[in-house]
């Protein structure tokens, strides 16, 4: 039987980032980047939206690339992507 999925949270989403990237600035354990632009965080569109696709593979959250990009922080990417979530749960 397959494990949950953790819940994600900002630090969830700074694994994700790195993984897709494989660059950019570790969170710290405050997730004090989380409202800086992912541009200033190293991270470029393409490595946005391949996080954007582990989210869709991994906690079923769909979004489009238009959304994505919208999004410009981290925080902002995952208050959307919880938003996904709590709305295909109800």
Do not use: W
């Amino acid at each position: 039987m397959p494990q949950p999925l953790p819940e994600l949270t900002i630090e969830v989403l700074a694994q994700i980032l790195n993984e897709s990237a494989g660059e950019g600035e570790d969170p710290g354990p405050d997730g004090g980047f989380a409202d800086v632009p992912f541009s200033d965080l190293g991270y470029d569109s393409l490595a946005v939206l391949e996080t954007a696709g582990r989210l869709r593979r991994d906690y079923g959250v769909h979004l489009s690339d238009d959304e994505v990009s919208e999004a410009g922080t981290p925080q902002s990417l995952l208050d959307l992507a919880r938003r996904r979530i709590s709305a295909s749960a109800s």
